[in-house]
Nanobody, 123 residues
Framework: QLQLVESGGGSVQAGESLRLSCAGS????????VGWFRQAPGKEREGVSC????????TYAESVKGRFTISRDNAKNTLSLQMNSLKPEDTGVYFC????????????????WGKGTLVTVSS
């Protein structure tokens, strides 16, 4: 069964850091472009960051540039998101998602989704 499982969410103060992880099982994540998305309460889901299959190209939402870093370890079938200098507006449920053999991370074009992990940042 193909599955993505996120972990690492929690409650922190503004300015602190969190590291999210996403583990793939039942499939070889190396064949997929993968990314992180988030959904704040009452808002639509938005893309946060995306990384290509070999980890050589990354993209970030403007709101997280310089603070978040996406990475992947294909040998371990995992994806990570290092989040530094967190702000209250970063609060939301964070999802990892995978898209097979294609570039980019369009929110409506991902093939597999995790169930999400909650990040809460208080001021």
């Amino acid at each position: 069964q193909l599955q993505l499982v996120e972990s690492g969410g929690g409650s922190v103060q503004a300015g602190e850091s969190l590291r999210l992880s996403c583990a793939g099982s039942g499939f070889n994540l190396e064949r997929y472009t993968v990314g992180w998305f988030r959904q704040a309460p009452g808002k639509e889901r938005e893309g946060v960051s995306c990384i290509n299959r070999i980890g050589s190209a990354t993209t970030y939402a403007e709101s997280v540039k310089g603070r978040f870093t996406i990475s992947r370890d294909n040998a371990k079938n995992t994806l990570s998101l290092q989040m530094n200098s967190l702000k209250p507006e970063d609060t939301g449920v964070y999802f990892c998602a995978a898209r097979m053999l294609a570039r980019g991370c369009p929110s409506n074009g991902m093939d597999y989704w995790g169930k999400g992990t909650l990040v809460t940042v208080s001021s």
